[in-house]
């Protein structure tokens, strides 16, 4: 558990004191307890500490030592640390285990390692080994504490720690070593009580000699044999009066071998890059929580692994937080496209949101092995494409919508009033759909996608097609209507004419008529189908069809001219004119003497020769002649047309049954011219 609880600040970054947090910043945290637990609460402690967003921008280091050699007093005094101290008018011995804490005023984080000295109370070496093998994974600075008259006692509890350190290193970093850096450490040998009558270079020496035969004695495996201690190890030899007796000196000492901590620009400073175990800040807790676990369960303690776990995790963990920031973002405009509205901008919406979550895993994943960083960022790349695709492919059909609305408006407002062309029309209207259409699309891409757009443009250019297409067969069906309602009111007149004319090139006038006025409807329509664009195909049963609705238009003028009473009509005006008036034209009053019967048959056999006549459309010049051409594919005919049974006005029978009422018309004439004779004898 957090040995201190204080309010955690937020307003902490990179190591700036903040007023307020101040206790936070050294607040102290055993991370490892007495029974060889590992905290959970240290990621929580770096980020109250102000370290979390440090990046590689801080420091480890860690002291070794006896008992009660006053490991803790010399780091609260180097580091403006809170550790525990021993307490003088107690004497209590205290716990192990390793305590954390972070420096005043500086990114380090200073490791207390407590009970390291077990050889010498007799216990077994288990932490000791478990704690070097700890330290050295994740320390830059191994700061070794002995008093003065330690030095020298080669067969000393701090001769077995230092050996311990060495096999363990050689475990850790044995084959590292040529490259130089992830595994060297710096051994600070601090020695207390410094009397001064040996100077430091003597003690320097002693013990330098002290760690030579140690790093001999060592069992190397075959392949390093040949190892040097300086190829994992810097050596530095400080010695410190004492604390009681010269407590100015003392005091003046320690604040020396500060700067050598904190001054990055003086000579001697201590945290060489070369130290660094390359772990990001935001990563420190969990990395150690699995160097532990691995060191307690006596498993082989593999750094390259440790450090892909500890990238997987992390990279995972930002990559998370990325992606719910996004999601957050990417929320915002799915309810307006699924709604069927084209976001304005969409894309550059898009772009950034997808940006901004790629600087902010880069920012903090980047740090992490290289291989594992990129493969996590490709896996974002993908659920952050993913996640915007269907905005992408609902902008894409809304704004295909969208265009195919604004183009049937567009061809309705175009095609109102009488002088457009349509062909003009269609083109304009069809430009600016696939204009507006392509620059909504190209918007709303999303660089580095695999994204298209053209498909979709070309389902809406087959749209467009066929709204062109359907208000192209409705203008065309418009335009014949039109025409064929012309060609009636034409063809209405003069038709009625000749048909009143009953004589033998009756037919030949009224198809001449017919002929003159298809003519003229058959050339307005080739005029305005160029307009139209319309296809040959088109154009060739749009004029078969005028030609039957002109046809139809004129047949159904004849049965009107040739209707039972019209046509009855028609016959007793012809024969009232032969027999009701003489030669001159003069009125007929029959005397007896008169050959009333002769009249009566002659008049009576030319009215009758008309029947005939008008039973079938047959003109003299046999160029008037007209046929229909057969047009299979003709919508407008969907019943069976007989175009020879179209020319026959009166059937047999029905031209028996016109001759049969025509004879009691005419009879009726001949009974009352027969009756004005008698009358006029009477008279
Ligand atoms: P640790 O067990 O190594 O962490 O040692 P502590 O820092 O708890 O100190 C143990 C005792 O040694 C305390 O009573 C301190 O006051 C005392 N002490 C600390 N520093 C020195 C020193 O430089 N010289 C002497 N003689 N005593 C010290
Ligand atoms: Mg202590």
Not at 165 to 173: C, D, M, P, T
Not at 298 to 326: G, H, M, W
Request: some cysteine; proline content about 3%.
């Amino acid at each position: 558990a957090p040995d201190a609880v204080a309010p955690t600040p937020k307003s902490a970054v990179n190591g700036h004191l903040t007023n307020g947090d101040s206790y936070a910043r050294t607040e102290r945290l055993q991370i490892v307890d007495d029974e060889k637990k590992f905290t959970p609460d240290l990621s929580a402690q770096i980020e109250r500490w102000g370290l979390r967003d440090a990046g590689f921008d801080y420091n480890i280091v860690a002291v070794f030592g006896s008992q009660s050699t006053g490991k803790s007093t010399l780091l609260n005094r180097l580091f403006g640390t809170t550790f525990d101290v021993m307490d003088e008018s107690k004497r209590q011995q205290t716990t192990k285990g390793i305590w954390m804490c972070r420096g005043k005023e500086m990114n380090v984080m200073v490791m207390d390692v407590e009970g390291t000295d077990g050889r010498e109370r007799g216990e077994d070496q288990d932490f000791e080994r478990k704690s070097a093998l700890f330290s050295l994974a994740s320390s830059e600075i191994l700061i070794v504490n002995l008093w003065e008259h330690q030095v020298g006692l080669y067969q000393g509890a701090n001769m077995g720690l230092l050996k311990t350190v060495f096999e363990v290193n050689l475990g850790l970093f044995g084959k590292k070593a040529q490259d130089g850096t992830q595994g060297r450490t710096l051994l600070l040998f601090v020695i207390r009580d410094h009397i001064g009558v040996t100077p430091l270079s003597n003690l320097q020496a002693t013990l330098t000699a002290d760690l030579t035969r140690i790093w001999e004695s060592l069992a190397k495996p075959p392949e390093l044999k040949d190892r040097q201690l300086s190829d994992y190890f810097d050596l530095a030899f400080t010695a410190l009066p004492h604390k009681i007796l010269s407590a100015d000196k003392f005091e003046s000492e320690v604040q020396n071998l500060r700067t050598r901590f904190v001054d990055k620009s003086s000579d001697d400073y201590l945290f060489k890059p070369a130290y660094h175990k390359r772990i990001p800040a935001d990563g420190v807790a969990f990395y150690m929580e699995g160097i532990w676990e691995q060191v307690q369960t006596n498993k082989d303690l593999d750094l390259p692994t440790q450090q892909e776990l500890l990238a997987q995790f992390r990279c995972d963990e930002i990559s998370t937080v990325a992606l719910a920031e996004f999601n957050e973002q990417a929320k915002s405009q799915k309810r307006p496209v699924e709604s069927g509205r084209v976001v304005e901008g969409l894309g550059a919406l898009m772009r950034n949101w997808r940006t901004d979550a790629l600087t902010r895993y880069d920012r903090d994943a980047s740090r992490y092995h290289k291989g594992v960083y990129g493969r996590k960022r490709a896996d974002l790349i993908a659920s952050l494409d993913s996640a915007l695709s269907p905005l992408f492919l609902g902008q894409l059909k809304n704004l295909h919508k969208a265009c195919l609305v604004t183009f049937k408006r567009e061809m309705l407002d175009g095609l109102r009033g009488e002088s457009y062309s349509f062909a003009d029309v269609v083109y304009k209207a069809q430009g600016r759909c696939v204009k507006t259409f392509s620059e909504g699309a190209q918007e709303a891409l999303v660089e580095g996608t695999d994204w298209v757009w053209e498909e979709e443009l070309e389902a809406l250019r087959e749209e467009v097609r066929a709204v062109a297409d359907q208000c192209r067969k409705d203008e065309t069906k418009k335009m014949l209507n039109l025409i064929e309602k012309n060609f009636k009111k034409h063809i209405s007149e003069p038709v009625e004419l000749a048909l009143n004319k009953a004589n033998a090139d009756m037919w030949d006038n009224v198809l001449r008529t017919f002929r003159e006025t298809l003519e003229k409807a058959e050339a307005t329509y080739t005029a305005k189908a160029i307009s139209f664009n319309c296809t040959e195909e088109e154009n060739v049963s749009s004029l078969a069809a005028l030609r039957k609705r002109a046809w139809l238009a004129l047949r159904a003028k004849i049965d009107e001219q040739t209707a039972d009473p019209v046509i009855l009509g028609k016959l007793r005006a012809h024969f009232e004119e032969r027999f009701r008036y003489d030669d001159q034209g003069v009125p007929r009053v029959w005397k007896p003497e008169d050959d009333i019967d002769s009249a009566f048959k002659k008049a009576k056999d030319e009215t009758l020769e008309l029947v005939p006549l008008y039973s079938k459309i047959a003109p003299v010049d046999p160029s008037l002649e007209y046929t229909l051409p057969s047009e299979p594919h003709d919508a407008l005919s969907t019943d069976d047309f007989d175009f020879t049974a179209s020319l026959v006005v009166f059937t047999e029978t029905k031209a028996l049954e016109l001759t049969g009422k025509f004879r009691k018309d005419a009879d009726a004439y001949y009974v009352e011219a027969k009756r004005s004779t008698v009358a006029s004898i009477a008279q």
